[in-house]
């Protein structure tokens, strides 16, 4: 019983030594603790998705009036495409993929202007004998695309920070 504590001590020392971190942890770099946040669709799933993100990492976010003076998160599209995969024998479609589109921008100093883009994949099986149930999963899937678009959104902000 001994060994396997000090097995497992010695695993979670190596691991915060060698920064280790989890794959789902979205860190916000220090530059980025004040920023301005703007989007078309200020109450849609995205924005609520990446809000909760910053708010996660004690973000505090700026009026629009001074975005100029912080940086600013800009949402300016997310398209989702549904696109047939495979189809049954009596042509009816039975698999779907879904692509979640989004493009966005960083804006610094009110003059730099980064770009970034997201793009999410997932399968979808259709059955029309089901279809509440497969209404109510692609709901479910769909929301699961647009988290992981704000997560994805957020972990490019230190690509951003890196640049400069």
Do not use: W
Not at 56 to 76: F, M, Q
Not at 141 to 152: L, R, S, V
């Amino acid at each position: 019983m001994k060994k396997y504590l000090t097995l497992l001590l010695l695993l979670a020392i190596s691991l915060t030594g060698c920064g280790f971190h989890l794959q789902h942890n979205t860190e916000v770099p220090e530059r980025f603790k004040t920023m301005s946040y703007m989007s078309y669709d200020p109450y849609g799933r995205l924005s609520r998705d990446i809000k909760e993100i910053l708010s996660d990492n004690h973000v505090k976010l700026a009026n629009e009036d001074t975005s100029g003076k912080y940086p600013s998160l800009r949402i300016t599209g997310d398209h989702l495409d549904r696109n047939t995969i495979s189809i049954y024998q009596d042509g009816k479609a039975a698999e779907y993929q879904l692509v979640l589109t989004v493009s966005a921008q960083v804006v610094i100093a009110g003059q730099q202007i980064y770009p970034i883009n997201v793009r999410v994949f997932r399968t979808f099986f259709d059955n029309p004998s089901k279809a509440l149930a497969k209404t109510a999963e692609q709901n479910l899937i769909e929301d699961e695309m647009y988290e992981e678009a704000a997560k994805q959104i957020i972990g490019k902000l230190k690509s951003v920070d890196t640049v400069n």
